[in-house]
């Protein structure tokens, strides 16, 4: 797969996820940060998104994933641990670009490995996705350069 690296301004975006689980977790502290609108909908989650749920940073919608849920959404994060429900999401038709934990080939966006320091946002993605990888190379990168970022 070919893919086209972008750096997305998600601030009042309405963005997805389905799936209540530690990656779920993680995703949507990024997306908080970028200033997007997070909606969840799992019948459970972990407990640092019931905290924001009740803080009322995103929104708990507290059932399994129904068909169309995703409509509407400028993004959405199929995370579930399922990789059937996560991959019936992603082949919605007319349904957002999707991000999805398992491996399908119906994955139209990929989360890279991201690293902030002093103004810069680092990004890195393997092909195929590989966030292992992606991570570890981010990880290698930054403390590269991470004395010479300070002293640019």
Not at 28 to 42: K, T
Not at 84 to 109: C, K, L, Q, Y
């Amino acid at each position: 797969m070919s893919a086209y690296p972008l750096v997305a301004d998600l601030a009042g975006d309405s963005v997805l996820v389905v799936g209540g689980g530690a990656v779920a977790a993680r995703r949507i502290s990024r997306l908080l940060e970028a200033g997007a609108r997070v909606v969840l909908v799992s019948p459970v989650a972990v407990s640092d998104l019931v905290r924001l749920a009740q803080d009322g940073r995103i929104a708990w919608i507290r059932r399994r994933y129904v068909e169309g849920d995703e409509h509407g959404f400028g993004y959405v994060f199929a995370l579930t641990d399922d990789p059937e429900v996560n991959d019936r999401i992603a082949g919605r038709r007319g349904s957002a670009p999707t991000n999805v934990a398992t491996r399908t080939s119906r994955r139209r966006i990929s989360v890279p490995a991201v690293r902030q320091m002093d103004g810069v946002t680092l990004a890195v993605s393997c092909q195929p996705p590989d966030p292992r990888r992606s991570r570890m190379i981010a990880d290698l990168c930054l403390s590269t350069l991470s004395g010479r970022l300070s002293g640019a």
